[in-house]
């Protein structure tokens, strides 16, 4: 039986599970593991740590992808031979937007391919665009669970600092296409920015796979740029919803 890359896991190991719940940070899915029952590490390997449980009576895996869209796209990837094919991100974010708060809920409908490796996919001109049904799973947690939450299109970067735009920085310089570049992303409503939605919905809506992106605002950057909230209690309202979300999917499958 193969052997995955990176992951070091075969088939076997996956247990016919269909679904992962893919934070970035590798602590984030070991927490989220915990909620799981039977819950097991599967592997934990540079940034990708993985777990295994059951949810809704079926197998479920909770795999880290780290920061950014090339692991990300290994992650998904080595994921997809294994057998997933839905695929749930659960992150955190910058809001752009004045009324969105600290600790508000965002669901990417879509995402502004800001990054590189959704080009090894598909051209530009191809949508980051999220599975409309896997989505709508979120947007149904997000009720079930009487959690506010907003919907939308997010910018998605390969980096933190120029590509969001970001002035506190060691040199203070952001390169010419990025100057304004934040201010256009709210004039056209865009919510938030992240890291890896773009890449994951580029991938999975050209190799057929479904995806979803939840994410929990750290900071709104229309009032400061460091965020001064309680991520814990951030995550604890993000994971309920991805977690609610991945019963839905498995209780409809
Ligand atoms: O909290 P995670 O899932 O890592 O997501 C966000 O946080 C990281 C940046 O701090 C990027 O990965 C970004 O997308
Ligand atoms: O502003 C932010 C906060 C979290 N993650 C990002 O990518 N940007």
Known sequence: MKTVFHLGLTQ???????L???????DRAGRIAAQLEHSR????????????????????????????????SI??????????RTFLRIGTTGAIQPHINEGDILISQASVRLDGASQHFAPLSFPAVSDFFTTQAMVKACESLNIAYHIGITASSDTFYPGQERYDTFSGYVPKNFQGSCEEWQKLGVMNY???SAT?????AALG??????AGVLVNRTRQ???NVDHHEIEVKSVAVVIEAAKILLNNQ
Do not use: N, W
């Open 20 to 26: 992962a719940i893919i934070p970035g940070c590798p």
């Open 12 to 18: 076997h190991d996956i247990e016919g599970a269909t």
């Open 225 to 227: 740029e460091i965020p």
């Open 75 to 84: 992650a998904v990837e080595e994921l997809a031979q294994l057998g997933i």
């Open 41 to 72: 590490c599967l592997v934990k390997t540079r940034e990708f740590h993985a777990y295994i449980g059951v949810l809704a009576s079926k197998p479920i895996i909770v795999c880290s992808t780290g920061i950014g869209g090339p692991s990300t």
């Open 194 to 196: 992240e890291m890896e």
């Open 209 to 214: 796979l479904k995806a979803a992106c939840v």
């Open 200 to 204: 994951l919905f580029t991938m999975c």
